[in-house]
């Protein structure tokens, strides 16, 4: 038997020889290479060096419907977090109980006190957002709302091309209209050049905060280079928050310098997990969220997309808080049940119950991103039996009903040299920019989409932290 036979759902009627298909995966592989869908190796890292990242070699299938209905909600979404990050209230009664236990979440939440006690110095908010789905067979349910470091802007794209390769050299041209567009990383320097101009100070530069190490490099240094052909003359530099905590300053205008460039636009690709904070990284959030640049995300941006901002917003009445009841209605259809695991809030004893009863069908989560943070199913009893000499935990956690995506078996290329036919499921991530003040909004656009599969007995997806693959939509 051909070793290619019915091996992908949408192509069941490929049956490609064992030879070709080798060559088939070889040309994938230096297609890849050759264009920028890269990541350097965690397990053999080199600055002078990339791989490619992981990528699926056929589009999976995704309904028309559901896909435009996910992109139909996100200028609403995009509207609903603007206006959660500009509520104070709001803000500090949701994560009240969370900042008491979470010293992460307490931080940042510090930093928000200090410069809002102080006067926020610059008005205008950058938010460059991802709202990630997964779709079950009921529609588009929301797995999270990404709004820091919100990657994958030049890997979105360049996933549809390879794809897209793929399908030519094995003759199906009739399936390349079936690809959706997608300028994410056009859509996103759009955005922020549009901020950058409102900032208005002709020789202030972009400055990409990043992580000591960096792996998703071609995602950021893309984003760089697509920054300079849109306008030649911008300046962009790159720095960690060990490099700010040396050159890094504020001018008598709390103007940012860092050396002897001005700042207009300051762009965070880390800063989202606690191992990327010193103390002296500490200081130089305080001392950026100080100054008059305009953030991406500013702290209190940050802050609304936490977990814990994400469970209170599914209760009763709270969506009506900052939106129309008709989009209130269309955004609570794309949540899934999230209930909180303190017992003194609404849903926790409820919570408790059904984990006690049901833990394979939860997730449990903390207030971290970057993938590998959360607890699934059977894992959760152990997780909580283990947490028993700690009273307070349980306000660091939220409690996610499991989203059962439709599943197709595709094949996923892996740069250590496997090749894996399997069943996958796949999470779809929406793109839209959002730039304003506490009082309105200037801007707010969708910029393009994003898709990541993994094998369905997977339960992180992360690329970048090694769990799932680049891929595309093919609508259906």
Request: charged share 25%; glycine share 6%; hydrophobic share 35%.
């Amino acid at each position: 038997m051909p070793l290619f036979f019915k091996m992908c759902s949408l192509f069941e009627e490929i049956n490609l020889p064992e030879k070709e298909f080798q060559e088939l995966i070889e040309k994938a592989k230096d297609w890849a290479l050759m264009h920028g869908v890269g990541m350097r190796s965690k397990h053999h890292f080199s600055v002078n060096s990339i791989n490619f990242a992981p990528f699926t070699l056929f589009p999976t299938p995704l309904k028309r419907e559901h896909f435009e209905e996910v992109i139909s909600l996100q200028l609403s979404l995009g509207e609903l977090m603007h206006k959660v990050a500009n509520d104070r209230e709001f803000l500090t009664s949701a994560l009240e109980k969370t900042v008491e236990v979470d010293d992460f979440t307490r931080r940042l939440f510090n930093i928000y006190e200090t410069v809002y006690m102080e006067g926020i110095t610059q008005e205008i908010y950058l938010s460059m957002l991802r709202n990630d789905t997964m779709i079950a067979s009921t529609g588009p349910k929301q797995v999270e709302y990404n709004t820091i470091a919100s990657g994958f802007g030049w890997l979105g794209p360049i996933s549809k091309a390879i794809q897209s390769y793929i399908l030519k050299e094995i003759g199906h041209y009739d399936k390349l209209k079936q690809l959706p567009e997608n300028n994410a990383l056009s859509g996103y320097c759009e955005g922020m050049l549009e901020a950058w101009r409102i900032f208005n100070v002709p020789d202030a530069c972009i400055l990409f905060v990043v992580e000591d190490v960096t792996y998703n490099i071609c995602d950021q240094r893309f984003m760089e280079f697509e920054l300079r052909e849109l306008e030649p003359k911008i300046k962009v530099i790159r720095r960690t928050f060990k490099e700010l905590h040396t050159e890094a300053k504020l001018g008598p205008n709390k103007e940012l310098f860092v050396g002897k460039h001005r700042v207009g636009i300051v762009y965070y690709r880390s800063g989202y997990v606690p191992q990327q904070y010193s103390e002296n990284c500490w200081q130089v959030r305080l001392l950026i969220e100080r100054s008059d640049s305009i953030k991406c995300p500013n702290i209190q941006y940050h802050l609304s997309g936490s977990k814990k901002v994400q469970e209170v917003l599914t209760r009763p009445n709270v969506l009506e808080r900052f939106l129309d009841e008709n989009e209130a209605k269309k955004i609570r259809n794309l949540f899934t049940d999230i209930y909180p695991l303190n017992k003194d809030e609404p849903g926790g004893l409820e919570a408790e119950q059904l984990l006690m009863t049901n833990p394979e069908d939860f997730v449990l989560k903390p207030q971290r991103e970057g993938g590998g943070n959360n607890i699934y199913g059977k894992d959760i009893t152990d997780f909580i039996n283990g947490k028993h000499e700690d009273p307070n935990w349980q306000a660091s956690f939220i409690v996610m009903r499991m989203i059962r995506p439709i599943t197709y078996k595709n094949c996923i290329v892996r740069p250590e040299g496997s090749i894996l036919i399997t069943d996958t499921i796949s999470e779809l991530g929406i793109f839209s920019v959002v730039i304003g003040s506490s009082s309105k909004i200037i801007y707010n656009k969708q910029t393009g989409h994003m898709l990541r599969t993994k094998p369905c007995d997977y339960n992180e997806g992360g690329v970048a932290s090694g769990f799932g693959a680049l891929d595309s939509p093919y609508l259906i």
